[in-house]
């Protein structure tokens, strides 16, 4: 039999508490991966923020070549491997007799003002052009490797968000059931130094088969507490399941009189959910107005 707090559960589709939904979507590591994602491209922009690769690839596919002059020469803040770079501004003249300035880094001193230089720019955009042997970026490409924080950040984050996406669509779509725990084991994940168990069970759906499921979790009292651990899954695909108290939730789901879900979670996963989406956002729109060289 399955606890009285899920037996009178209603028939799907039903509705799902934003706080369980926006709960359920951060995770077990949806938290983490917000915030390695979202500092993580905070130190990305310090290192990589004027990189403009739709310039960088106008340049490589299409450029001409003029002389121009060096009319400034600044050592920036910035080093690579302890070595200062240096910014040059310089000015350089096209076909049509107009005058254009740019600017470009080097590491390391490599010119002085009034030096004459190889110029490097898109014909007919001559806004992107740089020194023959210099970058327009201040920093080098070997800087790059700073991505992979936020890009562990981004796949931990995704992951999260799909997995609880679907358990989402389980407490709204899901049929209930049974199920027998077979199985438990720790996983290779840690979370506060606390192991995450994976839960293999055993439920009959409603097409009278049995089906094998697997959950994770971080150990509570809740899974094993009961001689038949309530179970959703799709009745259409019921190889799709999730035990119930596997729902990275702070306080388990009850039924209320009426049969929909009650919860006693809190506004906060709503507040934080939606503060990491603003951030996410946020930087989107910054890195846009890089790529295109608004910024």
């Given amino acids: ?33 917000a915030i390695f994602l979202l500092f993580g491209l905070l130190f990305t922009w310090i290192f990589i923020g004027d990189f403009q690769p739709i310039s960088e690839v106008q340049l490589a596919l299409s450029k001409t070549t003029t002389r121009g002059i060096i009319t400034g020469v600044n050592a920036t803040s910035a080093t690579e491997n302890d070595v200062t770079v240096y910014a040059y501004t310089f000015t350089f003249r096209t076909p049509d007799e107009q005058e254009h300035t740019g600017l470009s880094y080097t590491t390391g001193q490599q010119w002085r003002v009034e030096d004459r230089v190889d110029v490097e720019y898109v014909p007919g955009n001559p806004t992107i052009a740089r020194i023959a042997g210099a970058r327009r970026a201040r920093f080098s490409p070997d800087v790059l490797f700073v991505c992979l924080f936020p890009g562990v950040g981004a796949g931990l984050f995704a992951a999260a968000t799909i997995k609880g996406w679907q358990q989402v669509m389980l407490l709204r779509h899901g049929g209930i059931a049974g199920a027998g725990i077979i199985s438990e084991h720790a996983t290779g994940t840690r979370i506060n130094h606390v192991p995450v168990i994976a839960y293999v069970y055993e439920f009959e759906a409603d097409d009278g088969e049995l089906y094998m499921g697997k959950s994770k979790s971080l150990p509570s009292g809740r899974i094993g507490d009961e001689a038949r651990e309530p179970v959703l899954y799709l009745p259409r695909n019921p190889k799709r399941s999730t035990l119930v108290d596997a729902i990275p939730l702070r306080h388990p789901l009850d039924v209320d009189e009426f049969g929909q879900w009650q919860t006693h979670e809190s506004v906060w996963p709503i507040v934080w959910y939606t503060l990491i989406w603003i951030g996410i956002a946020a930087h989107a729109g910054y890195a846009l107005a890089r790529a295109f060289g608004r910024l």
């Fill in 1 to 33: 039999m399955l606890s009285n707090r899920i037996d009178q559960l209603t028939s799907p589709p039903r509705p799902v508490p934003l706080r369980v939904a926006f709960r359920a979507m951060l995770g077990l590591t949806g938290a983490f991966g």
